[in-house]
């Protein structure tokens, strides 16, 4: 059994930059896939970060060139990087991790998620 408890989140101009913490507990986490997961209100589900072991990460459209997803196996940590944050990216962000699959960025699937955190960007 695998425990993520996410934190970094809360409130930001936009243009600013926010750093988010999963810790993940239970299992060592560095073979499986890590992902963060957002949801705004009214809308679906979107993978925006993605990435496994010592493998390339991966990022929805919506945050290239803006979030960078990296972890500390050490720590047990997995990071989300936050920069020129603007408004649409307000959501409650997720933490989910998968031995296997991570589903995609329009349909993300993990068997283990994160209480959330929010972020709220303002214009």
């Known amino acids: 059994q695998v425990q993520l408890e996410e934190s970094g989140g809360g409130l930001v101009q936009a243009g600013g930059s926010l750093r988010l913490s999963c810790a993940a507990s239970?299992?060592?986490?560095?073979?499986?896939?890590m992902a963060w997961v957002r949801q705004a209100p009214g809308k679906e589900r979107e993978r925006v970060a993605a990435c496994r072991g010592s493998g390339g990460a991966t990022y929805a459209d919506s945050g290239k060139g803006r979030f960078t997803i990296s972890s500390d196996n050490a720590k047990n940590t997995v990071y989300l990087q936050m920069n020129s944050l603007k408004p649409e990216d307000t959501a409650v962000y997720y933490c989910?991790?998968?031995?296997?699959?991570?589903?995609?960025?329009?349909?993300?699937?993990?068997?283990?998620w994160g209480q959330g955190t929010q972020v709220t960007v303002s214009s």
């Open positions: 989910a991790a998968d031995p296997y699959g991570l589903g995609s960025d329009r349909k993300p699937s993990a068997n283990y």
């Open positions: 239970g299992r060592t986490f560095s073979s499986y896939g």
